[in-house]
């Protein structure tokens, strides 16, 4: 346990210009990989009919092209200096990796909310995502340069101040420290801000577990509830949609419960004991795969439909967990358990996590880990904000980020004084984002060309979809 006292540590964050002076952070280095190499690496072990589907998300555009390439970012940041102060980072903290949820308390709160990449890495990669993702996003938008910088200013400057007043928390005082919808309402900025929050906290409160059974299931002639496929975002692992291929350890199994039943009771004993009481209350109904986001099409993702003796649902959602693109980039000891992984970072790093929250193995030693699925989820539409909302939201992000790394890293103070009071750190931040953003464009017209001459395979949901139309 550290007895420095605050002088010193501040004095510590300070020495780290010496080493990796803040202007310099401006860099991205000599780049030089290929894209398309990294990015097949990234697909080995996924569903392998998913691949095209993943390829296809992402060839949207460039900001969905950014989305499902961190491996690209990561590999990129390991070419330049860090500072060495390291910590569990989100590894992924683009800024549609944020969003609301309820707390346990049902208290609607902003936060992160994507942990898949989460690993021990330097903060400031966190925070070289997030401004990259700004300004390819306000490109993306048709927004001006002026826009974009001032979005990044406004992330930087806001987790730069946000980070200070980190420093003077107590420990437990930082730990219940949460982001709620109803101080994001006083902190906004604009009426127009403020209306667009508490309509949200409204879409949120009716996205619950019961509206979505009537809506994804219905009773078979036995009275158990089945999941509705809807390939190739939904279906049956051993149905007539399944994209499995038939030589696959799941598809040989030939039973969903075969499948679900070891890895669930292997889940169960990693919650404490009231939550493993809890679920004693529901039971399996039907499971099915699901297709998520960009960058996580292809792995393993499952939602397994369960009821209380009151027929009411919970729905639960089994994810893949592969190894970190930072942990491949940045050298940290290995992780015993992937799924372990997610689950320790995302409850180091949120304010409230999902009671539900757990980890286990499955077939072939794939690791996952399980969360509620949707429960008063919320996440932000971005075409739907001018630019005053989206620098607002900018603003929430950097905030959020802020927390996450004061409360994982125990160092608000060292960043604190590192990063300093002035703008030289935000305005190298704005150099590195501009930069890497016409880096994210190369890349993807890379990515375009290649699947255009046949090189790689691209398919939209749609024409996916148009394969199981009679």
């Not at 940041?77 to 989100?90: A, E, F, K, Y």
């Not at 299931?217 to 692992?237: E, K, N, S, Y």
């Not at 880990?369 to 005053?388: A, N």
Request: glycine letters at 8%.
């Amino acid at each position: 346990m550290s007895t420095s006292t605050m002088a010193e540590r501040e004095a510590a964050g300070r020495a780290v210009r010496e080493r990796v002076k803040r202007s310099g952070h401006k860099q991205i280095g000599e780049l030089r990989r290929d894209p398309l190499e990294l990015l097949q690496q990234n697909s080995d072990g996924r569903v392998p009919n998913l691949v095209p589907l993943r390829y296809g998300r992402m060839i949207v555009s460039p900001f969905t092209f950014f989305r499902g390439s961190a491996i690209l970012q990561a590999h990129d940041l390991s070419l330049v200096p860090n500072t060495g102060m390291v910590m569990d980072i989100c590894g992924d903290g683009h800024l549609m990796n944020f969003g609301g949820f309820a707390t346990p308390e049902r208290q609607l709160v902003f936060d992160l909310n994507d942990f898949d990449e989460v690993a021990p890495g330097p903060w400031e990669w966190d925070l070289k995502r997030l401004t990259a993702s700004l300004v390819v996003a306000a490109r993306h938008m048709r927004y001006s340069r002026g826009v974009a910088e001032s979005l990044v200013m406004a992330a930087v400057t806001t987790y730069r101040d946000r980070m200070r007043q980190y420093a003077e928390f107590g420990a437990l005082d930082l730990w219940y420290d949460k982001i709620t919808f109803d101080r994001m309402v006083e902190s906004a900025l604009t009426p127009e801000g403020r209306r667009m929050i508490r309509r949200g906290m409204e879409k949120a409160a009716g996205r619950t577990h019961e509206s979505m059974l009537e809506r994804l299931a219905a009773r078979d002639g036995a009275g158990h509830w089945t999941i509705r496929d809807a390939p190739p975002a939904l279906f049956h692992v051993h149905g007539a949609n399944t994209l499995f291929e038939q030589e696959d350890d799941w598809f040989g199994m030939g039973d969903w419960r075969q499948l679900i039943e070891p890895m669930y009771d292997a889940y169960r004993k990693t919650l404490v004991q009231d939550r493993r009481e809890l679920l004693e209350h529901f039971a399996l109904q039907d499971l099915v795969f699901k297709v998520v986001g960009v960058g996580s099409v292809g792995t393993r993702c499952l939602v397994a439909l369960l009821t209380d003796h009151h027929d009411k649902p919970l729905f639960l959602q089994i994810k893949e967990a592969r190894r970190s693109v930072i942990q491949q980039f940045f050298k940290s000891p290995a992780f015993k358990h992937e799924g372990a992984r997610v689950v320790q970072g995302q409850r180091l790093l949120q304010a409230a996590s999902d009671i539900f929250l757990g980890w286990s193995a499955g077939p072939s030693g794939r690791h996952f880990y399980f969360r509620q699925l949707r429960d008063m989820k919320l996440s932000v539409e971005l075409e739907l904000l001018d630019s005053t909302l989206l620098e607002g939201y900018a603003r929430l992000c950097g905030w959020a980020m802020a927390r996450a790394h004061a409360k994982s890293g125990n160092t608000a103070v060292e960043i604190g004084a590192y990063i300093g009071r002035n703008d030289q750190f935000a305005e190298a931040l704005v150099g590195y984002a501009f930069a890497y953003a016409d880096q994210v464009e190369q890349d993807y017209d890379i990515f375009l060309k290649a699947a255009r001459s046949g090189k790689i395979v691209a398919r939209s949901d749609e024409d996916m979809a148009a394969d199981f139309r009679v």
